[in-house]
């Protein structure tokens, strides 16, 4: 029996049930792009999209901001081991370098969370309690890493590690003998590229959290069930055209049609091609159906085997 799906009409969940969620719907094929970005959910590609980039691009800060700070332990406990009794002060980066990896690190559990629930369960109902703390932590979470980045910018830019406790001549050979890291932090590359992907970064969240109050706000008014969607986009036509001077082909509109033509767009072909069905009246007065097929419809664009329903109506010709 094949599996039935969020995505499916007759869908009805399948347990075990772990806090509400039934385990029996999680499947690998939900990160299929196709079930992924599927448009009958409202906001649901925008927010996987969005989330991605905030997770990917302050997984990247996060990882460059911990091998600067890994580097400038290790430079200070060097220093300190070989020149004592010096001391590095370099508390400054530290600190902005470990409030970029807690925040970071919110980011991804905050979105990723909510990537997964809209992935492997779309129809799920939570409750009012949860969207508002969802909401509230996604909003802290990005002025937190705004404060980050404002942080880590002034004190990428402006300041530099200090060697203190002896005499110049044993700090300069101490910087010398040590000198990667460099004490002044914006003349290090690693540095200067933490601080731009957490700016890019902190961009992801704030779409990320716009996207995420839009659709908990649509969800409260609509529920969380697929839309239903037509298969192709209607196309209409202006009234203000004036109409068309050219007398109709006899072909298309034989003298002994019974009805006026009906055009009917097919899955699958861009519009403004269709067929053209007619009703007509053959030799003896008998009644026939008449089917005429745009030929670029069908030539030239990969189309093959017969035609399938269901068809959409496009208008009255």
């Not at 003998?177 to 914006?186: D, G, H, N, S, V």
């Not at 055209?241 to 298309?252: I, K």
């Not at 767009?265 to 067929?275: D, F, N, S, T, Y």
Request: net charge neutral; with cysteine; hydrophobic share 40%.
């Amino acid at each position: 029996m094949p599996r039935v799906g969020p995505e499916d009409d007759n869908y009805l969940p399948r347990g075990p049930y772990v806090w509400g969620f039934p385990l029996g719907d999680l499947n690998l094929q939900a990160f299929s792009s196709k079930k992924m970005f599927d448009p009958r959910w409202h906001l649901r590609k925008e927010r996987f999209i969005a989330y991605q980039v905030a997770m990917l691009v302050c997984l990247a800060a996060e990882c460059t901001a911990t091998y600067s700070l890994d580097k400038y332990e290790a430079l200070q406990t060097h220093i300190e081991s070989r020149f004592s009794p010096a001391h590095l002060y370099q508390n400054d980066l530290i600190d902005m370098e470990i409030s970029t990896i807690v925040f970071c690190v919110a980011v991804a559990c905050l979105f990723g969370a909510d990537f997964f629930f809209l992935l492997q369960f779309p129809r799920r109902v939570y409750p009012k309690w949860y969207q508002t703390t969802k909401k509230v932590l996604a909003v802290v979470i990005t002025l937190g890493v705004l404060a980050c980045a404002v942080g880590s910018t002034v004190v990428v830019a402006r300041n530099s590690a200090i060697l203190g406790r002896v005499p110049a001549s044993v700090a300069q050979a101490a910087v010398e003998y040590y000198y990667r890291p460099p004490l002044r932090y914006k003349d290090w590359a690693v540095n200067v590229a933490y601080v731009v992907l957490l700016w890019i970064g902190w961009v992801g969240c704030v779409v990320a959290t716009v996207f995420m109050f839009l659709a908990a706000d649509y969800d409260a008014i609509h529920g969380t069930s697929p839309r239903p969607i037509s298969l192709l986009p209607t196309t209409t036509t202006s009234s203000s055209q004036p109409p068309s001077s050219q007398p109709p082909s006899s072909t298309s509109l034989p003298p002994n049609a019974l009805a006026e033509t009906e055009k009917l767009r097919l899955p699958g072909v861009p519009a403004p091609h269709h067929v053209s069905i007619q009703r007509v009246r053959e030799q003896g007065g008998t009644e026939a159906v008449r089917m005429e097929m745009d030929h670029e419809t069908f030539e030239g664009r990969g189309r093959s085997g017969s035609v399938v329903s269901p068809v959409e109506r496009a208008g009255t010709v």
